[in-house]
């Protein structure tokens, strides 16, 4: 019989995983820029966006778990086709970009902690990817995902190690010196639009689905109404749990580049590496290492997330097999849109191509399309005919839509500041 630890262990996976993947190198990077830039006065928006998070990510799972399909599939058979194949395609552009920009961060990191070149360590790191998710079965492949986040406490265990004045950081937690200049309204989007982003609603509602047929005994829930309240305290728990740890994660990103950077000048930061990188001489080289192997986990962590949330969104979009508890034989479209996503990633970093121009227009893509992914799933989430019985509660659907009200301001506010 499991103990308890292992019980409440096992509560723990698609929110978790989502939440740890949150925290990829693109998005290391927009945190460090904020605390480099802005000190300790952004440190704020990460409280704000957590409730917002769970409530848009709870419902996610939701409607995977509920109606036995993922988003894609949903809303293929419930909107117009226009909008699915808007939405996927977008989806499959920002992805791929982001997978991009990623694997660049890791491959840079491995070089500033062993030499040698960067491009062929990105080839590398994008090839190791993309086999262990065609040839590890799901199972065993979510075990090792899950055991990816504790890199991410490498960013609480360097804040540590530099000098921190905690008194000031809490009172400017919670009393920030807020500013309107484009810059800061702009990074705060930013920041906005790395923690809430639409492959992570994609993933987990996908995964739930996963969740759900990896187990014989386990059926949708408009199903098997019966199985509805361990499942709903599972995804809470699992949700609340993961998104807190990205965010703390992310706070810590913030704070330790405030504190290492920041204070002494070091202001303009465009790539995670590069963030490693200024640490070394100020914070000494244990923040160094601990931020640059940080960089390295959440890539391997964050790069399957990227692909496979494409590759489900894909083919939900067009009815094709998928599932990585398949194999690839008899999933071949599916596993396809994960290899040639992460194959045109990875050879995106061999062109002349900016990343951090890309890794940009990535979010931008993010940005726009997040909001009516979102505002679509709050529709879909209130459909007695998608999820029977188990449409959301009033407080999950106001959650929702300030959700969705935030981040389509934030899209209006970037959209505005784009000329300054």
């Avoid at 509920?66 to 809303?75: E, F, K, P, Q």
């Avoid at 086999?131 to 979510?142: G, S």
């Avoid at 809490?170 to 920041?191: E, H, N, Q």
């Amino acid at each position: 019989m499991p103990t308890s630890k292992q019980s409440w262990l096992k509560k723990l996976g698609p929110g978790l995983i989502t939440g740890a993947a949150d925290d990829d190198p693109s998005g290391i990077a927009t945190y460090s820029q904020a605390g480099a830039q802005f000190g300790f006065n952004l440190l704020w928006s990460l409280f704000f966006t957590y409730p917002l998070m769970v409530g848009i990510q709870v419902i996610s799972a939701k409607i995977g778990r509920v109606s036995g399909h993922g988003l894609a599939t949903n809303i293929r058979r419930h909107y117009p086709p226009w909008l699915l194949y808007a939405i996927v395609g977008l989806l499959l552009i920002a992805n791929t970009i982001n997978i991009a920009a990623d694997v660049a961060a890791m491959g840079e990191a491995l070089r500033l902690l062993a030499g040698g070149p960067a491009h062929f360590y990105a080839l590398g790191f994008g090839a190791l990817s993309l086999l262990l998710q065609i040839f590890i079965p799901y199972n065993r492949y979510v075990r090792l995902l899950k055991w990816l986040t504790l890199a991410l406490l490498a960013y609480v265990a360097t804040a540590f190690v530099v000098h921190t004045p905690w008194t000031e950081v809490f009172t400017r937690t919670a009393w920030p010196r807020l500013s309107w200049k484009p810059a800061y309204i702009t990074t705060m989007v930013a920041v906005f639009g790395t923690t809430i982003s639409p492959y992570l609603f994609f993933w987990q509602a996908s995964q739930e689905v996963q969740e759900q047929q990896a187990r014989p005994e386990a059926k949708p829930l408009r199903d098997a109404p019966d199985q509805a309240n361990a499942n709903f305290r599972r995804i809470k728990i699992d949700t609340i749990i993961g998104m807190g740890f990205s965010n703390i994660v992310a706070y810590f990103i913030m704070l330790t580049t405030a504190v290492a950077l920041g204070l002494h000048g070091v202001t303009d930061i465009q790539t995670s590496a590069q963030a490693a990188s200024a640490l070394r001489p100020i914070a000494g080289e244990f923040a160094f290492w601990l931020f640059s192997a940080g960089i390295i986990g959440t890539g391997l962590l964050a790069v399957p997330v990227l692909a496979g949330s494409a590759a489900y969104a894909m083919a939900g979009a067009f009815h094709w097999k998928n599932g990585l508890e398949l194999k690839p034989l008899l999933a071949k479209k599916f596993y396809g849109i994960i290899a040639v996503s992460t194959a045109i990633g990875v050879a995106l970093c061999f062109t002349p191509i900016d990343p951090i121009k890309a890794l940009y227009w990535s979010a931008v893509i993010n940005g726009v399309i997040s909001v009516p992914i979102m505002a679509v799933m709050m529709l879909m989430a209130a459909q007695p005919k998608i999820m029977g019985q188990f449409v959301i509660s009033v407080r999950l659907k106001i959650l929702g839509w300030v959700c969705t009200g935030v981040m389509a301001l934030a899209v209006l506010t970037m959209f505005l500041t784009l000329g300054e």
